[in-house]
């Protein structure tokens, strides 16, 4: 599934120049079979962004962990049963919400076009998806132990990337998908008590900001809900994420650790710079992570959360 949302987003994107990738994907996939699916879809998922602004970075967000484990066949939906524990509860992906607004999607698709459109292929308001994937049948939670975590350097980092056919240009671009991000504090709160015997705080962090953060999350936090949004402008897609980064105030250490890999940061300052950069290459990388492990012999799945 290829999912992105927010007026402000939906508009940008619909005006980025597509980058067509090569192969068996292709965005007319549906014209004959299903001609008002993007339209259905559009409009589903526009309408739950209206009611949760949170459901743009939490579909973001699942797509990535869905198409970076077993490439984008809609694994990440399936539930667990007697005999499986599914990726949905694996450790990263526990706390993935907004599963709804695919099934609503799915529901209204099946409702105008039975079993035509797969889980793989469900989309928002987006760039031209290339369309075409099947859904697959196999969702294990130990596969999620593949998943880049926050406490990863950066060689680390594009180890796991190129894992999946994926280079540093993409690991940067993709990173960018935080500006819509919050992430709890027990995903940074190591940087932020006794970091080092040195340092209290991690010194890469900006030394206010760093304080600031350290406040929210104490060392013995209770509150299961205090965390931070990864950029100062967490509803709007925009390239705030990067001048953060430079500013200092990366949350994760992965993200403000690129800013001081030479391999990453000629790319984060530029899209610091240049929004409209930022936008083309994410555009690109986007793209290319749906390319990754295509299935074109799976199934069309009937249910969200069930093989057929």
């Given at each position: 599934?290829?999912?992105?949302?927010?007026?402000?987003?939906?508009?940008?994107?619909?005006?980025?120049?597509?980058?067509?990738?090569?192969?068996?994907?292709?965005?007319?996939?549906?014209?004959?079979?299903?001609?008002?699916?993007?339209?259905?879809?559009?409009?589903?998922?526009?309408?739950?962004?209206?009611?949760?602004?949170?459901?743009?970075?939490?579909?973001?967000?699942?797509?990535?962990?869905?198409?970076?484990?077993?490439?984008?066949?809609?694994?990440?939906?399936?539930?667990?049963?007697?005999?499986?524990?599914?990726?949905?509860?694996?450790?990263?992906?526990?706390s993935i919400r907004?599963?709804?607004?695919?099934?609503?999607?799915?529901?209204?698709?099946?409702?105008?076009?039975?079993?035509?459109?797969?889980?793989?292929?469900?989309?928002?308001?987006?760039?031209?998806?290339?369309?075409?994937?099947?859904?697959?049948?196999?969702?294990?939670?130990?596969?999620?132990?593949?998943?880049?975590?926050?406490?990863?350097?950066?060689?680390?980092?594009?180890?796991?990337?190129?894992?999946?056919?994926?280079?540093?240009?993409?690991?940067?671009?993709?990173?960018?998908?935080?500006?819509?991000?919050?992430?709890?504090?027990?995903?940074?709160?190591?940087?932020?008590?006794?970091?080092?015997?040195?340092?209290?705080?991690?010194p890469t962090l900006?030394?206010?900001?760093?304080?600031?953060?350290?406040?929210?999350?104490?060392?013995?936090?209770?509150?299961?809900?205090?965390?931070?949004?990864?950029?100062?402008?967490?509803?709007?897609?925009d390239n705030n994420?990067?001048?953060?980064?430079?500013?200092?105030?990366?949350?994760?250490?992965?993200?403000?650790?690129?800013?001081?890999?030479?391999?990453?940061?000629?790319?984060?300052?530029?899209?610091?710079?240049?929004?409209?950069?930022?936008?083309?290459?994410?555009?690109?990388?986007?793209?290319?992570?749906?390319?990754?492990?295509?299935?074109?012999?799976?199934?069309?799945?009937?249910?969200?959360?069930?093989?057929?």
């Open positions: 599934m290829t999912v992105l949302s927010t007026n402000t987003l939906f508009l940008i994107l619909l005006s980025v120049a597509i980058m067509h990738a090569q192969g068996a994907l292709n965005v007319h996939y549906y014209d004959q079979s299903c001609p008002q699916a993007e339209y259905i879809v559009a409009k589903t998922v526009l309408n739950a962004s209206i009611y949760d602004p949170k459901v743009p970075a939490r579909l973001l967000r699942m797509f990535f962990h869905d198409c970076f484990i077993r490439g984008c066949d809609g694994s990440i939906l399936l539930d667990s049963t007697p005999e499986n524990k599914a990726e949905k509860d694996g450790p990263p992906n526990i907004s599963f709804y607004v695919i099934d609503d999607a799915k529901a209204k698709l099946e409702k105008a076009c039975p079993q035509i459109v797969s889980y793989a292929d469900t989309g928002g308001p987006y760039w031209k998806v290339l369309k075409g994937r099947k859904d697959g049948r196999v969702s294990k939670a130990s596969d999620t132990t593949n998943l880049p975590p926050p406490t990863l350097n950066t060689t680390q980092l594009i180890q796991s990337f190129a894992n999946s056919g994926l280079d540093i240009k993409d690991l940067v671009a993709l990173s960018g998908a935080h500006t819509l991000g919050f992430s709890h504090c027990s995903s940074f709160v190591a940087r932020l008590h006794n970091f080092s015997k040195l340092h209290e705080i991690d900006n030394a206010e900001f760093g304080s600031m953060l350290k406040k929210k999350c104490p060392r013995s936090n209770h509150n299961g809900d205090a965390g931070q949004f990864l950029d100062s402008t967490s509803s709007k897609f994420y990067y001048k953060q980064i430079v500013a200092g105030k990366g949350v994760f250490a992965t993200d403000q650790g690129m800013y001081h890999d030479q391999r990453t940061r000629s790319m984060i300052q530029a899209f610091s710079k240049d929004q409209s950069l930022f936008f083309k290459e994410f555009v690109a990388s986007m793209i290319k992570l749906g390319n990754v492990g295509v299935k074109e012999l799976g199934e069309v799945r009937l249910n969200c959360n069930r093989v057929n």
